[in-house]
């Protein structure tokens, strides 16, 4: 190793571009790892392999967003247990069960749409020690619970208005031993100014500009599922009086659509979520009307597009009188938006293991497994875990440079994620009664076709503890 004295001084400076779930949870996941790995047996569990600890380079985290705040309107996302772990691990479980929603047992019941008879009731993960558990949560909500310690603890350095619109890798001579800090990343941005890294995390989402950058051809592309979505937010008290279910997890299917709503801020309030398909697969329009089809183009994909209440109204006439409540309390102009997921990617890391990709930038989903946040989560999780063995020097040949540690968050995440990834396409054409099989049958023979696939569908997200993968595959002998 040539690491001068200089060198070692200097910080290893880690850009954020991002400052959504994904940024945000890496940057606390860096800070956490980091300054945990020195002390083997944290836990019980030596997260600094081998038992090795060098004296460590210092780092520094900046969080790059580019909207004027980090709080973002948005409505629910589903932290799902397996997530929902490594937040308690990370020391926000107390936060998390404050802001979370209960499903009291049930992820979801499917029912018919015309009257809500219950078409099958999926069970949710069981609750595990320590109140760890599934979250659904207000995404603002787990913002603010995210920058709350990442100011509490120093984590990292936020700055806002700050739009990535470029990264260039200076030195790429693309070997050697980076840990000296040989090559760095410089970034433009929108505003005119510039900085410097020795690591870029592109966490700037599914339109990501970093991934755009590195990724070429059929592989960097954005596509259609034809669905939009509704979504907003009710009180459940207004519900409440006279709500015929014991829970607040239902899904209501109709042919080509589907209603959804669950709990988050404690059960105070339900997350609406009302999807329909426009266009099948291959641009064929639902009804061929050619009013629906010029109604289509002008949706957006933005987060932040809405829409009049007529709409929803219109589209779910004939949804059981539970839904048309719902509707009802909705705001006059719900939020509406296109939904779009990515093609898969081959590679998450580019120049040299110095850019890397997290979250919806490495890998886009259509939200129909509930699961984007969570991915995003253990992407976060890993990356910490794995850039604090190649910071300690560990002595684990899997991180002697910065790009074999690259590698290895992507060998580690990337299959997962394009397994979740691929699933939750086929979710979303199943709730709608849509998938290849299900569009020879009748409203009535689809449902034991969605009953039988739904059962077991969760459970490879869930029960995976990202955590105890990670030390498996640490300790695989290499393949030589
Ligand atoms: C405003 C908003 C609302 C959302 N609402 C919902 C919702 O209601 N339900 C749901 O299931 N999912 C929602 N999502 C998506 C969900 O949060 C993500 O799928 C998931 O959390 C994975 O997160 P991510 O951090 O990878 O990406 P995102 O959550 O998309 O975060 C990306 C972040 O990067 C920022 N960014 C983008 N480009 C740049 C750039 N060039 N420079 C700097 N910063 C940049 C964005 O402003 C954003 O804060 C929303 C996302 C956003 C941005
Ligand atoms: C990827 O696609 C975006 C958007 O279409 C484009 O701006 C960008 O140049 C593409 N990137 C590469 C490397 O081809």
């Known amino acids: 190793m040539s690491n001068s004295q200089e060198e070692r001084s200097e910080p290893f400076r880690i850009a954020i571009i991002g400052g959504g779930i994904g940024g945000l949870f890496c940057a606390l996941s860096i800070h956490h790892h980091h300054h945990h790995s020195t002390m083997p047996g944290q836990d019980g569990d030596d997260v600094n392999g081998n038992g090795h600890s060098k004296s460590k380079r210092t780092i520094q985290i900046d969080v790059y967003e580019q909207a004027p705040q980090y709080r973002e309107i948005g409505a ?33 019941a499917f029912r018919r749409h015309e009257d809500s008879a219950e078409i099958v009731s999926v069970p949710d993960a069981e609750a595990e020690p320590g109140d760890v558990r599934q979250s659904p949560c207000a995404r603002s909500d787990l913002l603010e619970l995210f920058l709350a310690a990442i100011r509490e603890r120093g984590a990292a350095a936020l700055h806002t208005e700050k739009a990535c619109a470029g990264v260039s890798v200076l030195n790429a001579d693309g070997d050697g031993d980076e840990r000296g800090g040989g090559g760095r990343v410089h970034l433009q941005f929108r505003d005119g100014t510039t900085a410097t890294a020795d690591l870029v995390a592109g966490c700037d989402g599914v339109h990501s500009v ?16 034809g669905m939009i979505a509704y979504r907003g937010i009710v009180p459940t008290a207004a519900l409440a009086p006279g709500w015929p279910f014991a829970h607040w997890s239902n899904i209501w299917v109709g042919k080509h659509r589907h209603f959804l ?13 009302a999807f329909v398909t426009k266009r099948l697969g291959g641009g064929r329009l639902i009804g061929d009307r050619e009013d629906e089809a010029n109604k289509y183009k002008n949706i957006r994909e933005s987060w932040s597009s809405l829409c009049d209440r007529d709409e929803v109204v219109a589209d779910f006439a004939g949804f059981d009188e539970p839904v048309q409540r719902i509707i009802g309390l909705m705001d006059e102009r719900p939020g509406r938006w296109r939904i779009n997921d990515h093609e898969p ?5 580019f120049a040299g293991g110095r850019v890397v990709l997290v979250g919806d930038a490495a890998h886009a989903m259509l939200p129909h497994m509930g699961a984007g946040a969570g991915q995003s989560v253990e992407d976060g ?30 060998d580690l995440r990337l299959p997962r994620a394009q397994k979740v990834q691929a699933a939750s396409r086929v979710s979303g054409n199943l709730y709608e009664l849509q998938t290849e099989e299900m569009s020879r049958l009748s409203y009535e023979d689809s449902l034991p076709v969605l009953a039988e696939s739904l059962r077991e569908r969760m459970k490879f997200v869930w029960s995976e503890d990202i955590d105890d993968s990670y030390s498996r595959m640490r300790d695989e002998e290499a393949v030589r």
Do not use: C
């Open 345 to 349: 990617l081959a590679r998450w890391h």
């Open 76 to 108: 629910g996302v589903g932290i799902g247990i397996n997530a929902a772990r490594l937040l308690h691990r990370l020391g926000l479980g107390p936060g998390l069960v404050q802001i979370a929603g209960q499903r009291q047992g049930t992820w979801f």
């Open 381 to 410: 999780w890993i990356l910490g875990r794995a850039l604090s063995e190649h910071l300690g020097g560990s002595s684990n040949e899997k991180f002697q440079s910065l790009e074999s540690t690259m590698q290895f968050y992507q």
């Open 261 to 273: 709503s669950y709990p988050i801020t404690g059960n105070a309030q339900l997350n609406i979520v």
């Open 210 to 225: 970093v991934r755009d950058q590195f990724v070429t051809g059929a592989n960097n592309k954005s596509v259609e599922s």
